[in-house]
């Protein structure tokens, strides 16, 4: 299966900013691609269980609001809205600790589609020892695997992420993405030696180099 790293590197674009939520001053980790197809098959590609499980993961559960998931040996959590062919809100409860994914849809200009996935992560020693690129580089794994997808239709188990992601091919990936969250936390604020030092330990664990950054 051919895999365009080079393209996906270039069409990510990624931000890091304050925001306040809940009542509580948290960063959000933003991601956002474009992909050549229609808003509504976007849509269905990551909000439809038969569809999720051949790019992202089996998920299990009620996927409306009120509706509690489960990611297979990942997060579960609850749906907090959910407005079809606009937006997606989520908690992302995971080893403990408790943050939250937004996801938005919309056309772009040239017919294709534009995901936005915003996750929100509360500062705390995770956060600091990590930084945004320990959520980050794992959501665009995810955003590899959907533009696969999307291309192919070829099933999840014909690229298997975590394999991947230790070849060297996978390597190379893991490094440029974590670079490039390094450059956003730059960009949202940090100091450039703080989010250096973060942003290689994450490198390293993605790359099956260091323990587990949970």
């Known amino acids: 299966m051919s895999i365009d790293v080079a393209a996906h590197l270039g069409a990510v674009a990624r931000v890091v900013e304050d925001r306040v939520h809940e009542g509580q001053k948290m960063r959000v980790v933003?991601?956002?691609?474009?992909?050549?197809?229609?808003?509504?098959?976007?849509?269905d590609a990551v909000t439809d269980k038969a569809r999720l499980v051949r790019w992202f993961a089996e998920v299990d559960g009620d996927l409306k609001p009120g509706g509690r998931f489960q990611v297979k040996n990942n997060a579960s959590g609850t749906v907090l809205s959910c407005v079809p062919q606009k937006s997606v809100s989520v908690t992302w409860e995971f080893g403990g600790a408790v943050s939250w994914v937004n996801l938005a849809f919309e056309p772009t200009k040239d017919g294709g589609a534009l995901l936005t996935l915003e996750h929100i992560c509360p500062l705390n020693p995770h956060w600091e020892k990590f930084g945004p690129g320990a959520v980050g580089v794992g959501w665009e794994l995810g955003l590899l695997g959907l533009g696969m997808h999307i291309r192919s239709g070829e099933a999840r188990d014909k690229f298997d992420e975590h394999a991947w992601g230790v070849s060297e091919e996978g390597k190379s990936f893991v490094s440029a993405t974590g670079a490039g969250w390094i450059a956003a936390d730059i960009a949202g604020g940090e100091d450039a030696t703080a989010a250096t030092k973060r942003g290689q330990l994450t490198i390293a664990f993605y790359r099956g180099e260091a323990s587990d950054p949970t």
């Open 30 to 43: 933003i991601a956002s691609r474009a992909y050549d197809t229609t808003v509504d098959d976007l849509w």
